[in-house]
């Protein structure tokens, strides 16, 4: 099925097709949603699939065992309140210096009142 090897994929690993991994293994999301991680330990096997999305390109996920993750480290209030920074530190514009209520778009760089003044002088 799967005669190409993507250039991100392990040769040396067990490769199984997609929704065909066996019992025990888990991709990092389906261990985060166990509230695990994989805490250091090697890729034990790869799922590959064709993706329609990516231009039938061979997609690769990696695997990890079950029984050697360890839990999430738990956020400390010292790591809220740096999350809360940041993300503060996204809602000002650096064009007017202003909260913009919102988070500010990468591809624009500023709040809309600073990329579009022409649109808000007119409404």
């Known amino acids: 099925m799967l005669r190409q090897l993507s250039e991100s994929a392990n040769p040396l690993l067990s490769t199984f097709p997609f929704r065909l991994a066996p019992d025990g293994l888990a991709t990092r999301r389906q261990l985060r949603a166990d509230g695990l991680r994989p ?3 090697d890729i034990a096997a790869q799922v590959m699939w064709h993706s329609r999305r990516y231009g039938r ?3 690769v996920a ?3 065992r079950i029984e050697r ?3 999430v480290r738990p956020m400390t ?4 309140a740096s999350l809360a920074l940041a993300n503060a530190a996204r809602r000002v ?3 007017c210096h202003k ?3 919102y988070v500010i778009a990468s591809s624009l760089g500023m709040c809309v009142t600073c990329a579009y003044p022409e649109e808000q002088r007119v409404a």
């Open 62 to 64: 990696y695997l990890y």
């Open 69 to 71: 993750a360890v839990p």
């Open 39 to 41: 805490g250091g330990q």
């Open 99 to 101: 909260d913009a209520g």
């Open 57 to 59: 390109r061979i997609r």
């Open 77 to 80: 209030p010292a790591k809220w």
């Open 93 to 95: 514009c650096p064009q």
